[in-house]
């Protein structure tokens, strides 16, 4: 099928690349020039592990095109995908004026009948409210029916995740429109979940608001077991043993980040707000998210009686591994309270410094290697699991510390910090040093 996509970032990009590479006619339309123009040449404008490869694939077979022009996008499309980003807004909803603008400018433009497809985060109501808005703003007597379809895939394995999803979620109430979805993915074989618009709007907040919750969870039991003696990683496997349980997500640490967890707990909890309802669980996983992320700095200022002048070396600055991605990543959070602590703050993460200077506080130095990140600090927060921090070969840069004191905040260096003695390991979960 022929199929636009409008918005070219992690989820947008993504869907693109792999929609061409199941045999679609894409082409991505963004408002950014620079990103299309790059994409234009085949770069791809974030790190996201073996999409580059599969874009090259694509330009060559002629099956994918980028323009800033949405006329040319939505030419011959029969379905236009939206993936344009939902941030935060000030009231603490999602912020929809991207969407609102796609929504005017397709009805300005289409010019035949077409599916519209909503890949973003919304609020509940919010793809009939988009309907609304193309429908006002149609210029030529045409049909534009809207579906929801909800994007499940992670950061880091993006490309992994759309080929290998648990679920594609198909909110529509026109049969017809669910057929055509249905027929665009049934090349991925994935499992198809039809139900109406607001079931797939509200799937996706409650995906997301059941994984913080199973985060803030072990967070807790990760927290009392320090207290009581217990170790984390043996009774999360215990726990995950239990298929009732299951294993994913349950690995203690300094709490969720992200451009999506924070962002889709505060929009859920605020839609009940709206509604007269309370989300007492989910009110208390932010409480418990937003005091893990500052259980490192607690832990240093416990250790060091006084981080004044204290040189601390931040491990990692994206929300996870194998992403450059740093909006809402702990390490924000943490690097302004050691800075306000009265800490000298130096930094290194292996993919994300590109983004580095724009998300963090002048004040944080940024180095290219760890070690030279390392070389001095009286502390290293380790915040992000990135491999090259979890191999052996890593322990022996710790000595370029002032006095190796490391606070582990994803538990990923234990196995090899334990062979040296010249180091003083505090992992989150567990006995210091165990
Ligand atoms: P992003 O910020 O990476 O990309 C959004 C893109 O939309 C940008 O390239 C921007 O230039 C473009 N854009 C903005 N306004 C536009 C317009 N009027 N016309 C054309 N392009 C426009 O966003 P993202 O991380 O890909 O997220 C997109 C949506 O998907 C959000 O609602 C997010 O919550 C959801 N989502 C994200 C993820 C994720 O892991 N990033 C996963 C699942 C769902």
């Known amino acids: 099928m022929r199929i636009a996509i409008v918005g070219t970032g992690y989820v947008g990009l993504v869907t693109g690349v792999c929609l061409a590479k199941i045999g679609h006619q894409v082409t991505c339309v963004d408002v950014d020039e620079d990103k299309i123009a790059q994409l234009s040449s085949?770069?791809?404008?974030?790190?996201?592990?073996?999409l580059g490869e599969m874009l090259d694939q694509q330009r060559k077979e002629k099956r994918i095109a980028f323009t800033v022009n949405p006329g040319a996008a939505f030419a011959n499309a029969e379905a236009i995908f939206i993936a344009v980003g939902t941030p935060q807004g000030i009231d603490g909803m999602p912020d929809l004026q991207a969407l609102i603008t796609v929504a005017q400018t397709i009805g300005r433009h289409v010019?035949?009948?077409?599916?519209?497809?909503?890949?973003?985060?919304?609020?509940?109501?919010?793809?009939?409210?988009?309907?609304?808005?193309?429908?006002?703003?149609?210029?030529?007597?045409?049909?534009?029916?809207?579906?929801?379809?909800?994007?499940?895939?992670?950061?880091?394995?993006?490309?992994?995740?759309?080929?290998?999803?648990?679920?594609?979620?198909?909110?529509?109430?026109?049969?017809?429109?669910?057929?055509?979805?249905?027929a665009?993915?049934?090349?991925?074989?994935?499992?198809?979940?039809?139900?109406?618009?607001?079931?797939?709007?509200?799937?996706?907040?409650?995906?997301?608001?059941?994984?913080?919750?199973?985060?803030?969870?072990?967070?807790?039991?990760?927290?009392?077991?320090?207290?009581?003696?217990?170790?984390?990683?043996?009774?999360?496997?215990?726990?995950?043993?239990?298929?009732?349980?299951?294993?994913?997500?349950?690995?203690?640490?300094?709490?969720?980040?992200g451009s999506c967890f924070?962002?889709?707990?505060?929009?859920?909890?605020?839609?009940?707000?709206?509604?007269?309802?309370?989300?007492?669980?989910l009110q208390a996983v932010e409480r418990v998210n937003r005091k893990q992320q500052m259980r490192l700095v607690e832990k240093a200022a416990s250790r060091f009686g006084?981080?004044?002048?204290?040189?601390?070396?931040?491990?990692?600055?994206?929300?996870?591994?194998?992403?450059?991605?740093?909006?809402?990543?702990?390490?924000?959070?943490?690097?302004a309270a050691l800075l306000e602590h009265g800490a000298q703050v130096v930094a290194y993460d292996p993919v994300s410094m590109n983004h580095a200077r724009t998300y963090l506080p002048a004040q944080v130095e940024l180095f290219?290697?760890?070690?030279?990140?390392?070389?001095?600090?009286?502390?290293?927060?380790?915040?992000?699991?990135?491999?090259?921090?979890?191999?052996?070969?890593?322990?022996?840069?710790?000595?370029?510390?002032?006095?190796?004191?490391?606070?582990?905040g994803r538990n990923c260096l234990h196995d090899s910090v334990l062979e040296d003695d010249a180091v003083e390991y505090h992992p989150i979960g567990r006995q210091l040093g165990k």
């Not at 085949?42 to 073996?50: H, N, R």
């Not at 993006?158 to 290998?164: E, G, I, L, S």
């Not at 591994?321 to 809402?328: G, V």
């Not at 390392?374 to 840069?397: H, I, M, N, R, S």
């Open 184 to 257: 665009i993915y049934e090349p991925l074989h994935i499992p198809i979940l039809h139900t109406d618009i607001r079931s797939a709007e509200m799937i996706k907040y409650a995906s997301n608001a059941f994984l913080a919750t199973k985060i803030s969870f072990i967070n807790e039991i990760a927290n009392l077991c320090e207290s009581l003696g217990a170790t984390i990683e043996d009774v999360a496997r215990g726990m995950g043993m239990d298929q009732r349980i299951g294993e994913k997500f349950l690995r203690a640490g300094i709490g969720y980040g």
């Open 306 to 335: 006084d981080l004044r002048g204290k040189r601390i070396a931040l491990l990692g600055l994206s929300f996870k591994p194998d992403t450059d991605d740093m909006r809402e990543a702990p390490s924000l959070g943490i690097a």
């Open 42 to 50: 085949g770069e791809v404008p974030f790190y996201e592990p073996g």
């Open 262 to 281: 924070p962002k889709d707990v505060k929009a859920l909890l605020g839609m009940a707000e709206l509604s007269g309802d309370q989300l007492q669980i």
């Open 111 to 182: 010019q035949h009948d077409v599916i519209v497809v909503i890949k973003s985060t919304v609020p509940i109501g919010t793809n009939t409210f988009l309907a609304q808005i193309i429908a006002e703003h149609l210029v030529h007597p045409v049909s534009v029916r809207v579906a929801s379809n909800p994007e499940f895939l992670r950061e880091g394995s993006a490309v992994y995740d759309t080929f290998h999803g648990d679920r594609i979620v198909i909110g529509t109430d026109d049969a017809e429109v669910a057929g055509i979805l249905a």
């Open 368 to 408: 290219e290697s760890a070690e030279q990140a390392l070389a001095g600090a009286d502390a290293a927060f380790v915040l992000t699991e990135w491999q090259e921090f979890t191999l052996p070969a890593f322990v022996p840069k710790l000595r370029a510390m002032r006095e190796a004191v490391v606070f582990d």
